[in-house]
């Protein structure tokens, strides 16, 4: 699969979007972002928003969907995000109960795969991002992310890997893309350091993560989009932080 393009995680700059939908999406194409990853629909209907990001030449690439949206209307929530245009939903995260060793894992695997299902009737196709929580070891020794991973085949559930909580967790981003080699249409680009402790976001190049190493494997392991993703800014604006970010993926790609 050759990479498509850069995409920005909307959550990256919420806040903007929330005031001005159209006005951000303007915006994060100006600092050259080829595509859009939603989180939320800012208030407006999916016609809206599929609208907005055709006139501004930006692609619906994937959007995060909690999995309680899918219990109160699996069809309904599917449809609305096949009207935007995505290629992929992503499940933001769950919590440990539903993951392996809790009791809600068995469970949390068949809703997951109906909802494969019904993304997939719609041209969708369904994505796990992690955190670093599920990095924790098991009894076994593995770790949650593999045995979710494990428990669903790849035409079920496609990985979204975060890099910046990999790497938090202390495992390695670049053996992570590899282990899942074409199973990563869509990685989460996105950069942090150490600070007292405490993980802090930063613009891409300018904390640890070693971006071009990501980037060019992601690419070579089968990415399609790379999506920025900054949480939150605790230095620069939110803005500038996207527009520093894709100018460094820029160089290294």
Known sequence: MALSGIAAQVYSVRELAQADFAG????????????????GLYGLKPEEIRDCLKEQGLTAVSAHVPLEEFLRDMEGTADAYRTIGCSYI?????????HYGGEGFEEACSLLEKISACC???????????????????????????????????DVLQT????????????????????????CPVV???????????????????GQVDVSA???????CGASWLVVEQ?????????????ESIGRLREVL
Request: aromatic share 8%.
């Open 214 to 220: 990501v980037a060019q494997t992601a690419a070579l």
């Open 120 to 154: 997939r009737e719609r041209g969708m196709t369904l994505l796990y991002h992690n955190h670093s929580f599920e990095f924790e070891k098991t009894q076994r020794g593995t770790c949650l992310l593999d045995e979710l991973y494990g428990a669903l085949d790849a």
């Open 231 to 243: 949480d939150d800014h605790p230095y620069g604006t939110p803005m500038e932080n996207m527009r």
């Open 188 to 206: 989460h680009m996105k950069d942090f350091r150490r600070e007292n402790g405490e993980v802090r976001l930063v613009a891409l190049g300018q």
């Open 160 to 183: 979204e890997l975060d890099v910046c909580w990999v790497e938090a967790a202390g495992a390695s981003a670049v053996e992570y893309l590899r282990r899942y080699a074409n199973r």
């Open 24 to 39: 951000t999406m303007k915006a994060l194409k100006e600092c050259g972002y080829q595509g859009v990853e939603l989180a």
């Open 90 to 98: 992503g499940i933001p995260w769950m919590g440990t109960e539903r």
